[in-house]
């Protein structure tokens, strides 16, 4: 075993259930003290590498280390972890204290220390009056944040956050974010969170590692998994993105529809892809002049709609009848200026830096028959609904 | 937690059925409930070092068990069970055979024939017609006073008798029927009679039951039942077909196998004695120690002399072929009365 | 699937997970040796002649050839038949009416409703005598000559069949789903298609499911049909009476595998509606609240007080019979048919027995039930053990009672068995009773499980708390209530029965459902009649004391529960 300076690493991870392979050769390593994201539709593994990180799947394949201890076939009760479920999973008929303690009674803990630490925790999680409730007794955060506090309890050197507040309003949720990462920053402890909401993990992660089909689509720093998603998959996922199928017609030369357009980056040599740019990235002119070929894409489109969005407006613009519509955002103050009226034909810049071409084999990539995207995230959005 | 340690606990718990002072003698029956008592206690005041367990259950249910323990029996010994089923667990070969002191002073017809008897006789019973003048005189028969005349149409429908699959006296009928009238004419007799015949019952004491509480008019039973039943005040008369009664005897055997010999001999010594052989009489007419019985009441002192001659060797080697022949017949008929 | 393996036989020795194993494998040997082992050494036995030779199908060509035996599987369909068509009727309207309707006096028709699943089913058979028998006060009413018979069957069987039957409907009609119902009437939609294009489509899986039951429930009757059967036949009781009466353990044998294959298809069946119906069923539906409409309400309360009022009156003549002196020339009242101990069937130390015997089968019972279905529900070890124990459990609503009891003659009663010991005690009635009602008792523990967290076994594991102080401390409280009813259940019903035990109590062992049997058999019908009153009214009494119990505990250890 070589020794490392990560504090999790995991080693070609395999795991299937009957024919669905849930993961495929995941390699992974994660820092101490880092606060890492697994980002996804559901279906796409995280919650099952979650679960193998804390034994509670088996994976078929490959290897776990947790600060220089194989734990790859250790059950739960061996390996060193907290874990936070989006259930909250708190025992209703035991009191606040009582389930904070629920650990710490195994641990030939003295009574009053006992008391003493359940005593700090919940002041470290703000609500330090409801130790005698029941969890029936509280509002969603504050059972969330007891089953963090329970989770802490033992003082484990990995936390494990599963979708922790899908199941909260969405008020709460963005109260929480920040507490969950206030006390994570504070205590160091190393976390990994499973999410399929991106804000979630744009706004909370140091590193998102963004999975599909049981394969990591991309790991990186929020800022890179925004600004240069690596598969169409990830642009699609994360943000939203304008993606338009095109025909190569040479290097610097695609086809939109019926539209031949120059691009300013060279093509990969194929036949077919993905044109990808995001909404905000566009700039709107009147007519093509002004504007450097060399650096930017320019093409023109009719204005269809017109959404207002709250600090910007949304514009859907149509290229062509066979592409989809493509989504512009500008400025409340810019729209103003730009007075345009539905009908209108306008000028679309987007510089060299936003744009991104996916080659067509990026999409045989993922596994026949599934249907992508679409979908999968209607079926998450609809167990977040019932859940 | 352990579960299995749990389940052998109860296990033994349950099993576990009190302290044993005195030996207990497992012993099958199908004596009436109501003599089971008396006869325990008797015997029981005589020895006391043995206890008697009883297994109680109608003649065919009995026998059943018998047969069906036969390669684990769970019987010590029987004691009241029908002779034409001992003749079959005696053919079977799992009668322990035993001289008990005193056998000689018993009839000889009461005694297996053979050197060391394998079962005893202790009584006869004896069939008789249950008659409800009340639901009779509703229904407008008449008492009948032969076997023949509950053929007639006129008891279409009003008869009971007890299934001789099950029921020792149900047996104790076909088997005398066959004898009285021969094989052929016997069968024609109960084909007739199957027709008047409303039920067939499991065991042999309903039929009689069921005339003194009016459930029908006519039931075809023995006689101890009837004449129990007039004492308790039941609107019944004994019918005793001129033909000749069928009878068969309440008889008492050793178990092959059992490992409790000495109880089981002591039960059969018992069984032989006048004391017990008086204990018979309270319930039965005709007992296996001549000169022991006394009158019962509501019983005809006559009985004796209307009973058939019956050939238990007969009735026994036959009973499998007639029963199936019976079922054969009318056990299978949904509508009797159609 | 092999990495499966190896990876798991390399996993690190734990003892919790071995523990977990070894409490799943006894669940899995419980029932492979107390359910699936007695039921094939009886479907060997059937091919078997009496000195064990192996005949093949000959006792069946036997079976098949005997056209009075023959009969009885038409005598049994015919029986179930009508039974199903009866009482599925009469609980559909009367669960309409119990859901749908704005009637008044609801809990109280409920509450009648429950009455016969507290007797023994030869009361209502017994009842049948002194209602409709030769005697009986009811006698002229009755249109056909007997009642001994086919009628008097369906009828018993009705009585005791209808609650089961309701208490399905009620659940299919609770289902509903009040928009549809709102969108249909701002369609201007007249109510009888509201009723046959919303109503009757989302009970549809209920009442299928409900025929299906019932037909299961009515076919493999045994005790009905031996009390006032009279010379019609059925499959149970000719299984009885090959048994006891012919010392034919192999025809037993072949008769209780053709009773065992409708029983079978018909579970078959309704497992498969029921799949069907889960995934049907939405969590966003509104309850419907029912409206009130004077007419339909007031036809409702004359039908549920009619059903109630017989109902009513089936009980009510048992316990008026129990007490007449000599019925029908001695209409004193009096305590003498109370003297059991003058009776066949073993007396009052029956009654005693019978006491026993569902108490332990309700200790033991229950706790093989929920850690049984614990273990199956929590612990996600051993899939293929898991997936044969669930198997395993449902098996046993599927195996007629006198079917099980046969089975266990010849499996506990073979020389060669090692566990022959039990036989002839108590422990062996405590095991078949368990193991003839394990399936309704298993899914309500699983039911139970199911709305328990999953993820309270991983958060004991990262807690480093093992399962079962979590299962102590956790999960056994959350499920008090439905184990609590497990226990009344199984005590209520081993009661009750007849069926599975009639071929195996001892003398020491005698019960007093039996006794019941044994009584009518030898023409104490009274006596009978009294035994099965007080065998009911034991039943309702435990029922009393399970309702305070609950009553108490969950006021004082389930607080919890209260917002």
Same mark, same amino acid.
């Given at each position: 075993?070589?020794?490392?300076?990560?504090?999790?690493?995991?080693?070609?991870?395999?795991?299937?259930?009957?024919?669905?392979?849930?993961?495929?050769?995941?390699?992974?390593?994660?820092?101490?003290?880092?606060?890492?994201?697994?980002?996804?539709?559901?279906?796409?593994?995280?919650?099952?590498?979650?679960?193998?990180?804390?034994?509670?799947?088996?994976?078929?394949?490959?290897?776990?280390?947790?600060?220089?201890?194989?734990?790859?076939?250790?059950?739960?009760?061996?390996?060193?972890?907290?874990?936070?479920?989006?259930?909250?999973?708190?025992?209703?008929?035991?009191?606040?204290?009582?389930?904070?303690?629920?650990?710490?009674?195994?641990?030939?803990?003295?009574?009053?220390?006992?008391?003493?630490?359940? *005593?700090?925790?919940?002041?470290?999680?703000?609500?330090?009056?409801?130790?005698?409730?029941?969890?029936?007794?509280?509002?969603?955060?504050?059972?969330?944040?007891?089953?963090?506090?329970?989770?802490?309890?033992?003082?484990?050197?990995?936390?494990?956050?599963?979708?922790?507040?899908?199941?909260?309003?969405?008020?709460?949720?963005?109260?929480?974010?920040?507490?969950?990462?206030?006390?994570?920053?504070?205590?160091?402890?190393?976390?990994?969170?499973?999410?399929?909401?991106?804000?979630?993990?744009?706004?909370?992660?140091?590193?998102?590692?963004?999975?599909?089909?049981?394969?990591?689509?991309?790991?990186?720093?929020?800022?890179?998994?925004?600004?240069?998603?690596?598969?169409?998959?990830?642009?699609?996922?994360?943000?939203?993105?304008?993606?338009?199928?095109?025909?190569?017609?040479?290097?610097?030369?695609?086809?939109?529809?019926?539209?031949?357009?120059?691009?300013?980056?060279?093509?990969?040599?194929?036949?077919?892809?993905?044109?990808?740019?995001?909404?905000?990235?566009?700039?709107?002119?009147?007519?093509?002049?002004?504007?450097?070929?060399?650096?930017?894409?320019?093409?023109?489109?009719?204005?269809?709609?017109?959404?207002?969005?709250?600090?910007?407006?949304?514009?859907?613009?149509?290229?062509?009848?066979?592409?989809?519509?493509?989504?512009?955002?500008?400025?409340?103050?810019?729209?103003?200026?730009?007075?345009?009226?539905?009908?209108?034909?306008?000028?679309?810049?987007?510089?060299?830096?936003?744009?991104?071409?996916?080659?067509?084999?990026?999409?045989?990539?993922?596994?026949?028959?599934?249907?992508?995207?679409?979908?999968?995230?209607?079926?998450?959005?609809?167990?977040?609904?019932?859940? | 937690?352990?579960?299995?340690?749990?389940?052998?606990?109860?296990?033994?718990?349950?099993?576990?059925?009190?302290?044993?002072?005195?030996?207990?003698?497992?012993?099958?029956?199908?004596?009436?409930?109501?003599?089971? *008592?008396?006869?325990?206690?008797?015997?029981?005041?005589?020895?006391?070092?043995?206890?008697?367990?009883?297994?109680? !259950?109608?003649?065919?249910?009995?026998?059943?068990?018998?047969?069906?323990?036969?390669?684990?029996?769970?019987?010590?010994?029987?004691?009241?069970?029908?002779?034409?089923?001992?003749?079959?667990?005696?053919?079977?070969?799992?009668?322990?055979?035993?001289?008990?002191?005193?056998?000689?002073?018993?009839?000889?017809?009461?005694?297996?024939?053979?050197?060391?008897?394998?079962?005893?006789?202790?009584?006869?019973?004896?069939?008789?017609?249950?008659?409800?003048?009340?639901?009779?005189?509703?229904?407008?028969?008449?008492?009948?006073?032969?076997?023949?005349?509950?053929? *007639?149409?006129?008891?279409?429908?009003?008869? %009971?008798?007890?299934?001789?699959?099950?029921?020792?006296?149900?047996?104790?009928?076909?088997?005398?029927?066959?004898?009285?009238?021969?094989?052929? !004419?016997?069968?024609?007799?109960?084909?007739?009679?199957?027709?008047?015949?409303?039920?067939?019952?499991?065991?042999?004491?309903?039929?009689?039951?069921?005339?003194?509480?009016?459930?029908?008019?006519?039931?075809?039973?023995?006689?101890?039942?009837?004449?129990?039943?007039?004492?308790?005040?039941?609107?019944?008369?004994?019918?005793?077909?001129?033909?000749?009664?069928?009878?068969?005897?309440?008889?008492?055997?050793?178990?092959?196998?059992?490992?409790?010999?000495?109880?089981?001999?002591?039960?059969?010594?018992?069984?032989?004695?006048?004391?017990?052989?008086?204990?018979?009489?309270?319930?039965?007419?005709?007992?296996?120690?001549?000169?022991?019985?006394?009158?019962?009441?509501?019983?005809?002192?006559?009985?004796?002399?209307?009973?058939?001659?019956?050939?238990?060797?007969?009735?026994?080697?036959?009973?499998?072929?007639?029963?199936?022949?019976?079922?054969?017949?009318?056990?299978?008929?949904?509508?009797?009365?159609? | 699937?092999?990495?499966?393996?190896?990876?798991?036989?390399?996993?690190?020795?734990?003892?919790?997970?071995?523990?977990?194993?070894?409490?799943?494998?006894?669940?899995?040997?419980?029932?492979?040796?107390?359910?699936?082992?007695?039921?094939?050494?009886?479907?060997?036995?059937?091919?078997?002649?009496?000195?064990?030779?192996?005949?093949?199908?000959?006792?069946?060509?036997?079976?098949?050839?005997?056209?009075?035996?023959?009969?009885?599987?038409?005598?049994?369909?015919?029986?179930?038949?009508?039974t199903?068509?009866i009482v599925v009727s009469i609980a559909f309207v009367f669960a309409y009416a119990l859901t749908r309707s704005g009637m008044a006096g609801k809990k109280t028709f409920r509450l009648v409703t429950m009455l016969p699943l507290f007797a023994p089913s030869l009361l209502p058979a017994l009842s049948m005598?002194y209602l409709f028998?030769?005697?009986?006060i009811l006698?002229?009413?009755?249109?056909?000559?007997?009642?001994?018979?086919?009628?008097?069957?369906v009828i018993g069987l009705s009585f005791w069949a209808f609650p089961h039957a309701l208490m399905i409907l009620i659940t299919a009609f609770s289902?509903?789903?009040?928009?549809?119902?709102?969108?249909?009437?701002?369609?201007?939609?007249?109510?009888?298609?509201?009723?046959?294009?919303?109503?009757?489509?989302?009970?549809?899986?209920?009442?299928?499911?409900t025929?299906?039951v019932i037909?299961?429930l009515?076919?493999?009757?045994?005790?009905v049909?031996?009390?006032?059967?009279?010379?019609?036949?059925?499959?149970?009781?000719?299984?009885?009476?090959?048994?006891?009466?012919?010392?034919?353990?192999?025809?037993?044998?072949?008769?209780?595998?053709?009773?065992?294959?409708?029983?079978?298809?018909?579970?078959? %069946?309704?497992?498969?509606?029921?799949?069907?119906?889960?995934?049907?069923?939405?969590?966003?539906?509104?309850?419907?609240?029912p409206?009130?409409?004077?007419?339909r309400d007031a036809l409702l309360t004359l039908f549920c007080a009619l059903v109630c009022g017989f109902l009513l009156l089936v009980i009510g003549m048992a316990v008026y019979a129990s007490?007449?002196?000599?019925?029908?020339?001695?209409?004193?009242?009096?305590?003498?048919?109370?003297?059991?101990?003058?009776?066949?069937?073993?007396?009052?130390?029956?009654?005693?027995?019978?006491?026993?015997?569902?108490?332990?089968?309700?200790?033991?019972?229950?706790?093989?039930?929920?850690?049984?279905?614990?273990?199956?529900?929590?612990? *996600?070890?051993?899939?293929?053990?898991?997936?044969?124990?669930?198997?395993?459990?449902?098996?046993?609503?599927?195996?007629?009672?006198?079917?099980?009891?046969?089975?266990?003659?010849?499996?506990?009663?073979?020389?060669?068995?090692?566990?022959?010991?039990?036989?002839?005690?108590?422990?062996?009635?405590?095991?078949?009773?368990?193991?003839?009602?394990?399936?309704?008792?298993?899914?309500?523990?699983?039911?139970?499980?199911?709305?328990?967290?999953?993820?309270?076994?991983?958060?004991?594991?990262?807690?480093?708390?093992?399962?079962?102080?979590?299962?102590?401390?956790?999960?056994?409280?959350?499920?008090?209530?439905?184990?609590?009813d497990?226990?009344v259940y199984?005590f209520v019903n081993?009661m009750t029965?007849?069926?599975?035990?009639?071929?195996?109590?001892?003398?020491?062992?005698?019960?007093?459902?039996?006794?019941?049997?044994?009584?009518?058999?030898?023409?104490?019908?009274?006596?009978?009649a009294?035994?099965a009153v007080l065998l009911m009214l034991t039943s309702l009494v435990a029922k009393g004391l399970h309702w305070m119990?609950s009553?108490?505990?969950?006021?004082?250890?389930?607080?919890?529960?209260?917002?």
């Open positions: 075993m070589t020794h490392s300076t990560h504090y999790l690493q995991i080693e070609h991870l395999r795991k299937s259930f009957g024919s669905f392979t849930a993961l495929d050769d995941i390699s992974l390593a994660i820092k101490e003290g880092e606060f890492v994201c697994f980002l996804g539709p559901s279906g796409c593994g995280k919650t099952t590498l979650l679960r193998a990180i804390a034994g509670l799947e088996l994976q078929e394949e490959g290897r776990i280390v947790q600060s220089d201890r194989d734990i790859s076939t250790l059950p739960p009760q061996q390996r060193d972890f907290g874990i936070v479920f989006q259930s909250y999973a708190l025992f209703p008929n035991l009191t606040v204290s009582e389930n904070i303690a629920y650990g710490l009674a195994n641990m030939k803990m003295p009574r009053g220390e006992r008391q003493q630490r359940v *005593k700090a925790l919940l002041e470290q999680i703000d609500l330090p009056d409801i130790g005698n409730k029941y969890p029936g007794q509280l509002s969603g955060g504050q059972q969330q944040r007891v089953a963090l506090a329970r989770a802490l309890a033992t003082e484990p050197g990995l936390l494990l956050l599963d979708e922790p507040l899908s199941a909260l309003d969405a008020r709460v949720r963005l109260h929480l974010r920040q507490e969950i990462c206030a006390l994570q920053r504070k205590l160091g402890i190393t976390t990994i969170m499973v999410t399929h909401d991106q804000d979630e993990a744009l706004t909370m992660a140091d590193r998102i590692v963004v999975m599909d089909h049981g394969r990591i689509a991309q790991i990186g720093t929020p800022e890179e998994i925004y600004q240069k998603p690596a598969t169409e998959f990830v642009a699609r996922f994360v943000g939203s993105m304008n993606l338009m199928p095109a025909r190569v017609l040479g290097a610097r030369s695609l086809m939109l529809g019926r539209k031949e357009v120059q691009t300013p980056m060279v093509l990969p040599a194929c036949d077919e892809g993905t044109l990808g740019f995001r909404p905000e990235s566009v700039q709107l002119l009147d007519g093509p002049w002004g504007v450097n070929r060399d650096e930017n894409l320019l093409f023109e489109a009719r204005l269809d709609q017109i959404q207002f969005m709250g600090p910007f407006v949304r514009l859907e613009m149509c290229l062509d009848e066979e592409l989809p519509c493509v989504h512009v955002d500008v400025a409340v103050e810019q729209h103003a200026q730009l007075n345009a009226s539905i009908g209108q034909s306008l000028w679309l810049s987007i510089p060299e830096k936003d744009l991104k071409f996916y080659p067509a084999q990026h999409l045989n990539q993922s596994k026949p028959g599934v249907s992508r995207t679409a979908p999968d995230m209607g079926l998450a959005a609809m167990q977040v609904a019932g859940a | 937690m352990n579960l299995k340690k749990t389940l052998l606990a109860a296990a033994v718990a349950l099993t576990a059925t009190g302290a044993q002072a005195a030996t207990e003698l497992t012993v099958y029956t199908a004596l009436e409930a109501d003599q089971l *008592k008396s006869y325990a206690k008797a015997f029981e005041s005589a020895n006391p070092d043995v206890k008697i367990r009883w297994v109680r !259950d109608s003649t065919g249910i009995i026998t059943a068990r018998l047969l069906a323990e036969k390669d684990n029996p769970q019987a010590d010994a029987v004691l009241g069970l029908a002779a034409t089923s001992l003749l079959v667990l005696k053919g079977e070969g799992m009668l322990q055979p035993y001289k008990p002191a005193g056998v000689e002073q018993l009839s000889t017809q009461f005694v297996d024939k053979d050197e060391t008897p394998s079962w005893i006789g202790m009584d006869a019973w004896v069939a008789s017609v249950c008659y409800n003048r009340i639901e009779a005189e509703k229904h407008d028969l008449p008492m009948p006073t032969s076997w023949k005349d509950l053929t *007639k149409p006129v008891y279409q429908g009003h008869l %009971v008798m007890p299934n001789p699959n099950s029921s020792g006296t149900g047996y104790l009928d076909v088997a005398s029927w066959l004898q009285t009238f021969g094989e052929e !004419d016997g069968w024609k007799f109960m084909d007739d009679l199957h027709q008047n015949i409303d039920r067939y019952t499991h065991s042999g004491s309903k039929p009689c039951k069921m005339a003194a509480a009016g459930e029908t008019p006519i039931g075809i039973s023995f006689a101890y039942r009837g004449a129990k039943l007039i004492n308790k005040g039941a609107p019944i008369d004994l019918a005793f077909p001129s033909e000749g009664l069928g009878w068969d005897m309440e008889a008492a055997a050793i178990i092959k196998g059992s490992d409790k010999m000495d109880a089981a001999k002591t039960l059969m010594d018992w069984a032989v004695t006048k004391d017990a052989n008086t204990l018979y009489n309270g319930s039965y007419a005709v007992v296996a120690m001549p000169g022991v019985a006394k009158p019962v009441p509501n019983y005809p002192s006559d009985i004796a002399d209307r009973m058939i001659d019956n050939d238990f060797e007969w009735a026994a080697v036959n009973r499998s072929r007639i029963l199936k022949e019976w079922q054969q017949r009318y056990d299978g008929k949904s509508e009797p009365k159609n | 699937m092999s990495n499966t393996l190896t990876i798991a036989a390399r996993r690190s020795f734990d003892s919790e997970s071995w523990l977990q194993r070894l409490v799943i494998s006894l669940g899995v040997l419980f029932l492979l040796l107390a359910l699936l082992a007695p039921l094939l050494t009886m479907l060997v036995k059937s091919l078997q002649n009496g000195a064990g030779e192996f005949i093949g199908l000959h006792n069946f060509i036997a079976y098949f050839d005997n056209p009075a035996l023959t009969q009885s599987i038409l005598n049994s369909i015919t029986i179930a038949l009508w199903t068509f005598i028998g030769n005697q009986g006698k002229d009413w009755l249109p056909v000559e007997s009642i001994y018979g086919p009628v008097g069957i289902n509903s789903d009040a928009r549809l119902y709102e969108a249909a009437k701002s369609m201007k939609t007249p109510p009888w298609r509201v009723f046959l294009t919303v109503t009757l489509p989302s009970v549809r899986y209920g009442l299928i499911n025929i299906f037909f299961t009515t076919i493999t009757d045994f005790g049909a031996k009390v006032i059967g009279g010379q019609y036949n059925v499959l149970a009781t000719d299984i009885y009476k090959q048994v006891v009466g012919q010392q034919n353990f192999q025809m037993g044998a072949v008769v209780s595998v053709v009773l065992l294959l409708p029983a079978l298809i018909s579970f078959a %069946v309704e497992r498969r509606v029921q799949r069907r119906q889960s995934a049907l069923l939405t969590s966003r539906a509104v309850p419907l609240q409206q009130k409409s004077p007419l007490f007449i002196t000599f019925w029908p020339y001695n209409m004193e009242l009096s305590l003498n048919n109370y003297r059991f101990d003058m009776m066949d069937g073993g007396g009052w130390a029956s009654y005693f027995n019978s006491l026993q015997m569902s108490a332990w089968t309700a200790v033991i019972g229950t706790a093989v039930v929920f850690l049984v279905a614990y273990m199956n529900e929590k612990i *996600k070890l051993m899939p293929f053990a898991r997936r044969l124990l669930q198997l395993l459990a449902m098996l046993p609503m599927a195996v007629p009672g006198i079917v099980l009891g046969l089975a266990y003659i010849f499996f506990f009663n073979h020389p060669d068995n090692p566990m022959n010991g039990i036989y002839g005690t108590m422990a062996i009635l405590v095991l078949n009773t368990v193991v003839h009602f394990y399936t309704v008792c298993h899914l309500t523990a699983t039911t139970s499980l199911k709305q328990i967290d999953n993820e309270f076994e991983a958060v004991s594991a990262s807690l480093k708390v093992p399962f079962y102080t979590t299962l102590r401390r956790v999960t056994l409280p959350l499920a008090l209530p439905s184990v609590l497990i226990s199984l081993a029965t007849v069926s599975a035990v009639v071929f195996l109590y001892s003398s020491d062992t005698t019960l007093a459902s039996v006794a019941v049997m044994h009584m009518d058999e030898a023409g104490d019908i009274a006596p009978a009294a035994m119990i009553h108490q505990i969950l006021q004082r250890t389930q607080r919890w529960r209260q917002r």
